[in-house]
């Protein structure tokens, strides 16, 4: 799924990230994939939000009104800036610790220190060595399924966008929310009902959902496969 | 506004230890975050050189029942492709 990313989505992925991160937030999510979409610039998917009056400041700032409603978490410190407070350099952990034993392991141990059958003894509910929890996984898995639909070979930032439209309407199964997923969701400073507040940013800055969807799947057909 | 507000807070909390509950207590999870990563590759490494779970458990300062409840049966491999 992940590799079927062109270069572009990469780009547009770092940049929803570094969005995050600018903001003061310790998680991914749906929303800052838009802004990563209109700080790229330079795709059929930012033109098409600035065709609609949405620039990449003025989201910035809707992301700031929604985070003063509760609507997503509020600017907090990123681990690094906490663990410096007890005198720790993240980085120089990280560094060593991937060279030591391989990012393949710390991967793992990840996945065992945060989500494994622990039975709760020691289980926690995120680890600062691999970066902030990505919470717009069913973005790409849409964006995914959706370059199926329309026969295109990798996914670039506008079926990226379109995930982000497809994430809001598909309704979550029940497994999305258990009580490992509440807790990540506590833990990064998010309400328990978030579902990504991609439509509370979109609309708030004034698209219209579903006339974007349409322009955005009349453009991704008419892109060369 | 926000990036400046973060920031502010950011070069508080950095310049000093914080006593502030919010901040201390945020960190003290993310220091135990960092544990349990360091703790599990460890763990796993001694086993693969073929450490016993009471030698592990020594040395972690706890008994090796609890070493074997935590990571007995859930070996994943350091850095090699399965």
């Given amino acids: 799924m992940i590799d079927r990313l062109t270069d572009h989505a990469r780009r547009v992925l770092d940049l929803t990230e570094a969005e995050a991160s600018r903001f003061g937030h310790r998680y991914v999510g749906p929303e800052h994939v838009v802004l990563g979409v209109l700080r790229d610039g330079a795709n059929g998917a930012a033109e098409l939000l600035r065709a609609r009056g949405m620039e990449l400041e003025a989201a910035r700032a809707e992301l700031g009104r929604l985070a003063e409603r509760g609507v997503v978490a509020r600017p907090a410190l990123s681990d690094a800036e906490l663990l410096g407070t007890l005198g720790i350099n993240l980085e120089a952990v990280r560094q060593r610790t991937q060279r030591t034993f391989g990012s393949q392991a710390v991967a793992q141990a990840t996945r065992e220190a945060t989500r494994a059958r622990r039975r709760g003894v020691g289980r926690v509910a995120w680890t600062p060595l691999c970066g902030p929890p990505f919470l717009a996984k069913r973005v790409v898995g849409l964006a995914h399924r959706q370059a199926g639909v329309v026969g295109s070979a990798g996914i670039g930032p506008e079926l990226l966008l379109l995930g982000v439209l497809d994430d809001i309407t598909e309704p979550w199964p029940r497994c999305m929310s258990n009580r490992w997923r509440r807790n990540l969701l506590a833990y990064v400073g998010l309400p328990a009902d978030y579902r990504g507040a991609a439509r509370a940013l979109l609309e708030a800055s004034g698209v219209d959902l579903a006339e974007l969807r349409g322009a955005l799947v009349a453009q991704v057909g008419e892109a060369p496969r | ?82």
Wanted: net charge positive; aromatic share 4%; proline share 1%.
């Fill in chain 2, 1 to 82: 506004m926000n990036e400046t507000v973060h920031g502010e807070v950011t070069a508080v909390a950095a310049a000093t230890g914080s006593k502030d509950p919010e901040v201390a207590l945020a960190a003290v999870a993310a220091l135990r975050g960092l544990v349990e990563v360091l703790e599990a590759l460890n763990v796993e490494n001694a086993r693969a050189e073929g450490w016993s779970w009471e030698a592990i458990a020594t040395r972690l300062g706890v008994t090796k029942q609890a070493v074997h409840k935590k990571y007995a049966g859930r070996r994943f491999r350091l850095g090699r492709s399965r």
